[in-house]
């Protein structure tokens, strides 16, 4: 009779921690697919590993002029500095969907998720 319970109780803990226990994840976005196929490599996190103070971190977007959509859009379009331009990779509907990205990333502080 313990055994039957036992596996009873096991089935029942499964079977809630299956239900109930684990979050479903979320797919990431076409602007986050777009970032971590092309951007990632140096700007992770919101970072920048090639110029450390230029982050894609909102109070370096709005020192720098690159906080608005527009402002990203023809960065990552035409590049500057140290940033190749990417308008022969991606697509302008690409470039786009990756501007929105950084700039919504920027605004909840880069947070995982």
């Not at 921690?17 to 479903?24: D, I």
Request: aromatic share 8%.
């Amino acid at each position: 009779m313990k055994r039957i319970f036992s596996i009873l109780a096991i089935a029942l803990t499964m079977f809630v921690s299956l239900t109930f226990g684990q979050p479903a994840f979320a797919e990431a976005s076409p602007g986050a697919k777009v970032f971590n196929n092309n951007c990632a490599s140096c700007h992770a996190g919101g970072k920048n590993s090639v110029v450390a103070a230029k982050t894609l971190k909102a109070d370096a977007l709005a020192k720098y002029g690159k906080n608005t959509v527009e402002a990203i859009t023809l960065q990552v379009t035409k590049g500057k500095g140290a940033m190749p331009a990417f308008s022969k990779k991606l697509s302008p509907d690409q470039i786009n969907l990756v501007a929105n990205y950084v700039l919504e990333q920027a605004q909840n502080g880069w947070a995982k998720g």
